[in-house]
């Protein structure tokens, strides 16, 4: 159940379901936590809770794009390793 929550007003529950289902349809079901809805005159910002979704950070490596090395070869792992490394003055 998707918790709806109502600020500076009130809603219709068919406004509730829709703000619920566009909630879904960005984030998934699985996804969505709550909404924070705030009523401002005419306008309504939204506010989605979502799960944090896990992030795997992606480098280019020897003109790949990679998250790990894993299925990289021995011969591009050789490569990797023999790379210069520049560090950037700040």
């Given at each position: 159940m998707v918790e709806v929550i109502v600020k500076n007003g009130e809603i219709s529950e068919e406004e509730?379901?829709?703000y619920i289902q566009r909630g879904i349809e960005k984030y998934g079901a699985e996804n969505l936590l709550g909404i924070d809805v705030?009523?401002?005159g005419e306008y309504v910002n939204l506010s989605y809770h979502i799960h944090k979704l896990p992030f795997q950070r992606i480098r280019r490596i020897t003109g790949y794009l990679v998250?790990?090395?894993d299925r990289f070869n021995d011969a591009k792992k050789e490569e990797v390793e023999d790379?210069?490394?520049h560090l950037f003055a700040r």
């Open positions: 509730k379901q829709a705030e009523l401002d998250g790990t090395l790379r210069v490394k």
